[in-house]
């Protein structure tokens, strides 16, 4: 039977992207030394429920999922710095000039005061982290061929 479940996978691959984009921001203010791992999990839980919902191997399937990793991961960015990138301010100057947390208050807001986020973003984004994103993607966009996955949640053949 030949159904279309475009966008019910668009509207799924959303929703996941937004979730773990979340987590993954929240991973982060607990310790970035695992963000390559938790950006690849984005990757395959946006991959799973395009897989999930969409039942079919799908080059289009694996292209939406591939597109809603990426959101997830600049939403997790957006996030992490938006929640994080003062308190790590904070840390950093308490660490190099020994103050208090009271102290360095005052000094990281001055030094986190009158940028945007997105220009925090910019300057927080590095070469490592392009290549997260592509990993992510490629997670996502595999994880929708995976025969073993296909057999277990019984898809339906082209």
Same mark, same amino acid.
């Given at each position: 039977?030949? +159904?279309?479940?475009? @966008?019910?996978?668009? %509207? *799924?691959?959303? /929703?996941?992207?937004?979730? =773990?984009?979340? !987590?993954?921001?929240?991973m982060?203010?607990?310790? +970035?030394?695992?963000? @390559?791992?938790?950006? %690849? *999990?984005?990757? /395959?839980?946006?991959?799973? =429920?395009?897989? !999930?919902?969409?039942?079919?191997?799908?080059?289009?399937?694996?292209?939406?999922?591939s597109?809603?990793a990426?959101?997830?991961?600049?939403?997790?960015?957006?996030?992490?710095?938006?929640?994080?990138?003062?308190?790590?301010i904070?840390?950093?100057?308490?660490?190099?000039?020994?103050?208090?947390?009271?102290?360095?208050?005052?000094?990281?807001?001055?030094?986190f005061?009158?940028?945007?986020?997105?220009e925090?973003?910019?300057?927080?984004?590095?070469?490592?982290?392009?290549?997260?994103?592509a990993a992510?993607?490629?997670f996502?966009?595999?994880?929708?061929?995976?025969?073993?996955?296909?057999?277990?949640?019984?898809?339906?053949?082209?």
């Amino acid at each position: 039977m030949m +159904t279309n479940r475009v @966008g019910t996978v668009l %509207i *799924t691959a959303f /929703i996941s992207s937004i979730i =773990s984009g979340v !987590l993954w921001a929240k991973m982060l203010s607990i310790s +970035t030394t695992l963000a @390559g791992i938790s950006s %690849i *999990t984005v990757g /395959i839980i946006v991959g799973l =429920s395009v897989l !999930l919902t969409g039942r079919k191997r799908k080059t289009s399937y694996g292209l939406i999922a591939s597109a809603y990793a990426i959101i997830g991961l600049t939403l997790g960015k957006f996030l992490d710095v938006r929640w994080n990138t003062f308190q790590r301010i904070q840390r950093h100057l308490m660490d190099q000039y020994e103050l208090s947390a009271e102290q360095a208050e005052p000094m990281a807001q001055a030094q986190f005061g009158g940028y945007s986020t997105w220009e925090l973003m910019a300057d927080q984004t590095a070469r490592w982290d392009i290549l997260l994103y592509a990993a992510a993607a490629y997670f996502a966009f595999r994880i929708v061929f995976v025969r073993f996955l296909h057999n277990v949640i019984k898809t339906e053949e082209d």
